[in-house]
């Protein structure tokens, strides 16, 4: 079932209805009983859409289609994927929303949608990925506001959500992911303060909130982000003075242009610090 699985697939139409091999062809590897667990097709001529038919494959643990110029939406049928733990449609040609169906995938561990068409807004059951430890949205059309279930995502490192349309403020539950580590929101339409829950996210190295409508202060609790390296708030709305306790612990890049910040820089910064003010 899963062999004819692959040839509704249509990118190994080469091997006609002969179905028997399956796992010797490229870009395919199966377990001992013989089921599909991998597929990448970095080196298979892959076009057109992707086939509901691929919700046929019960096994598949990683499933790399980037860089292959797909079209059509992304299938429904990828939810029933209960066992796939990394999942890359980057840099193609897909459009549509991403399905409410695909909160099912409770294996996930790496998801990569970026550099798509995609539409519509971020379905908050991808909240229940809570294996997921990579989410890359960045580079799509997606609108609305991020979900707060996305704060239930307990074992994110990686969170890119840059060049979209989302809007909103950033919702308090995504600090509480004590893990995340990278963190990209720039070039969206996000409104509202500059949390003061950043304090929480103590594993963060990398925060760019540049390019979106952010406002008030920067809050002081920032300073206690202790593993920050690179910090960019560039192009927002925010006012006031640089709070002393942003350097008490510098990052190593900061960079605060293009907003309405007043009064002078505190004399102990440190003059290794990469600052635009």
Same mark, same amino acid.
């Given at each position: 079932?899963? /062999?004819? /699985?692959?040839?509704?697939?249509?990118?190994?139409?080469?091997?006609?209805?002969?179905? *028997? $091999?399956?796992? !010797?062809?490229?870009?395919?590897?199966?377990?001992?009983?013989?089921?599909?667990? !991998?597929?990448?097709?970095?080196?298979?001529?892959?076009?057109?859409?992707?086939?509901?038919?691929?919700?046929?494959?019960?096994?598949?643990?990683?499933?790399?289609?980037?860089?292959?110029?797909?079209?059509?939406?992304?299938?429904?049928?990828?939810?029933?994927?209960?066992?796939?733990?990394?999942?890359?449609?980057?840099?193609?040609?897909?459009?549509?929303?991403?399905?409410?169906?695909?909160?099912?995938?409770?294996?996930?561990?790496?998801?990569?949608?970026?550099?798509?068409?995609? *539409?519509?807004?971020?379905?908050?059951?991808?909240?229940?990925?809570?294996?997921?430890?990579?989410?890359?949205?960045?580079?799509?059309?997606?609108?609305?506001?991020? %979900? *707060?279930?996305?704060?239930?995502?307990?074992?994110?490192?990686?969170?890119?959500?840059?060049?979209?349309?989302?809007?909103?403020?950033?919702?308090?539950?995504?600090?509480?992911?004590? *893990?995340?580590?990278?963190?990209?929101?720039?070039?969206?339409?996000?409104?509202?303060?500059?949390?003061?829950?950043?304090?929480?996210?103590? /594993?963060?190295?990398?925060?760019?909130?540049?390019?979106?409508?952010?406002? $008030?202060?920067? %809050?002081?609790?920032?300073?206690?982000?202790?593993?920050?390296?690179?910090?960019?708030?560039?192009?927002?709305?925010?006012?006031?003075?640089?709070?002393?306790?942003?350097?008490?612990?510098?990052?190593?890049?900061?960079?605060?242009?293009?907003?309405?910040?007043?009064?002078?820089?505190?004399?102990?910064?440190?003059?290794?610090?990469?600052?635009?003010?």
């Amino acid at each position: 079932m899963e /062999a004819k /699985a692959l040839l509704h697939l249509g990118w190994w139409s080469w091997h006609g209805n002969d179905t *028997r $091999g399956h796992c !010797r062809w490229k870009g395919i590897a199966c377990n001992k009983a013989g089921s599909i667990t !991998r597929i990448d097709c970095s080196w298979v001529a892959v076009s057109g859409s992707i086939s509901p038919e691929i919700g046929a494959l019960s096994s598949l643990k990683s499933l790399d289609l980037s860089h292959k110029g797909l079209t059509g939406e992304l299938p429904q049928s990828l939810g029933k994927l209960t066992l796939l733990e990394k999942l890359d449609l980057s840099n193609n040609f897909i459009n549509g929303s991403i399905p409410l169906d695909w909160g099912k995938m409770k294996s996930l561990k790496q998801l990569n949608l970026s550099g798509n068409q995609i *539409r519509g807004p971020i379905p908050p059951t991808l909240g229940k990925l809570t294996n997921l430890e990579q989410l890359d949205l960045s580079f799509n059309q997606i609108t609305g506001a991020i %979900p *707060r279930e996305i704060g239930n995502l307990k074992n994110l490192s990686e969170l890119y959500l840059s060049k979209n349309e989302l809007n909103g403020w950033i919702p308090s539950s995504i600090f509480n992911l004590s *893990r995340l580590s990278l963190f990209y929101l720039d070039s969206n339409l996000l409104e509202g303060p500059l949390p003061q829950e950043m304090e929480n996210l103590k /594993a963060l190295r990398f925060l760019d909130l540049s390019n979106n409508k952010l406002i $008030g202060p920067i %809050p002081s609790q920032i300073g206690n982000c202790l593993v920050l390296e690179e910090l960019y708030l560039s192009n927002n709305h925010i006012t006031g003075s640089i709070p002393f306790e942003v350097f008490t612990c510098p990052p190593h890049t900061l960079d605060l242009s293009h907003n309405f910040i007043e009064g002078e820089i505190p004399h102990q910064f440190d003059n290794d610090l990469y600052f635009t003010f």
